[in-house]
């Protein structure tokens, strides 16, 4: 479980520059609003390149500008849950979860829907439609997704923003379970560190 990352990217005048090493399960990326964390996740899932670093992930080099590595997003195989979650609206909860499974090809899952559906407390979800879910209940079906596509690793970008207190602390509770009963590397994204502090065994500060 790692995450090694080197990386600038210029977006303006504003230049964006990280470095982070960490052994922990769950790092938290955390920075104020425009400090650039989701263009950081955009970068380490391959949905933008870098102008320069070294990007890799459980001894995995996904990019390199030197050494000319930069591979393309489905061979990252990154678990990404937007802020948005991104569910597909026309698929009940069910489907948007086969959905994932699907991108897991012959990989070997690393939990079984069955499991996953109890560790989410999704099971009354099923048969809805993305319209008629919560937030809190939105990004539980988006995480789940994300795991039944066998990832690498898995990016949570903001998963408490809008979130009144009490679905906060549900979804917290979740990415705990999910951090100590997965083996998956976690980085998420905050800018609020103590809805981190609880969770990460790592916190860096993006300026």
Known sequence: MSFEIDLRHQIGEREIALTLQSEARLTALVGVSGAGKTTVLNCIA???RPDAGRIAIAGEVLFDGDEGVDLPPEKRRAGYVFQDARLFPHMKVSANLAYGERLARARKAMIDRAELIELLGIEALLER????LSGGETRRVAIGRALLAAPRFLLLDEPFASLDADRAETIRAMIEQVRDRLDVPI??????????GRL????????
């Open 46 to 48: 391959g949905l933008i």
């Open 129 to 132: 439609m993305p319209s008629t």
């Open 187 to 196: 980085l998420l994204v905050s800018h609020d560190s103590d809805e981190v």
């Open 200 to 207: 990460a065994g790592r916190v860096v500060e993006l300026d």
